[in-house]
T-cell receptor, first 116, second 114 residues
């Protein structure tokens, strides 16, 4: 596979469930991102990892917990979510960070999350 | 924080027509990016602009980095049905310790009638 792969593509969960979103990039990039896409709103940056180190936590509630075990994999662990958390969650990767000549982001196809 | 005004919000055009959309900002950017998002998929990079005044083409797409560094436009010539989708602009400042942060517009929804 090439590019950025996200699983699952669709997820329906209750407010008491615990689930995880997975992202894998095959581009050799060293930075990975989680974005939230809601209807009629700009893409919202949630988390950024550079070389497996979290460099950004954009005031995201603690019910979202990211994990980056290596530069190719990124997870978003979900627990006790609210209905307003329903959205498309996009993973992205890039090469370079912080003045190293960052490349444009490459996005996965997202996970459509519905919280009931 | 920084905000981008992207317009129009939506467009309905006939196949073969040309399309123009733009983004403006109250603050400057060092990089402008244009993405397209098809239904059920993630955004795909169309054009990246790195220099004020730069004009770049990608097939039927042409984008320009405004000379003031506060705006950018995207033109699509001779539209075809597969041009349907949401087009996003994004600005990047590339300064200090947070050059990875992109500011996205809300998108332009393009519909092309065959």
């Amino acid at each position: 596979e090439t590019g950025v792969t996200q699983t699952p593509r669709h997820l329906v969960m209750g407010m008491t469930n615990k689930k995880s979103l997975k992202c894998e990039q095959h581009l050799g990039h060293n930075a990975m991102y989680w974005y939230k896409q809601s209807a009629k709103k700009p893409l919202e940056l949630m988390f950024v990892y550079s070389l497996e180190e979290r460099v950004e936590n954009n005031s995201v509630p603690s019910r979202f917990s990211p994990e980056c075990p290596n530069s190719s994999h990124l997870f978003l662990h979900l627990h006790t979510l609210q209905p307003e958390d329903s959205a498309l969650y996009l993973c992205a990767s890039s090469q370079g960070l912080r003045g190293q000549g960052i490349s444009p982001l490459h996005f996965g196809n997202g996970t459509r999350l519905t919280v009931t | 924080g920084q905000q981008l005004n992207q317009s129009p919000q939506s467009m309905f055009i006939q196949e073969g027509e040309d399309v123009s959309m733009n983004c403006t900002s109250s603050s400057i950017f060092n990089t402008w990016l244009w993405y397209k998002q098809d239904p059920g998929e993630g955004p795909v990079l169309l054009i990246a602009l790195y220099k004020a005044g730069e004009l770049t083409s990608n097939g039927r797409l042409t984008a320009q980095f405004g000379i003031t560094r506060k705006d950018s436009f995207l033109n699509i010539s001779a539209s075809i049905p597969s041009d349907v989708g949401i087009y996003f602009c994004a600005g990047q400042l590339n300064s200090g310790g947070s050059n990875y942060k992109l500011t996205f517009g809300k998108g332009t929804l393009l519909t092309v009638n065959p």
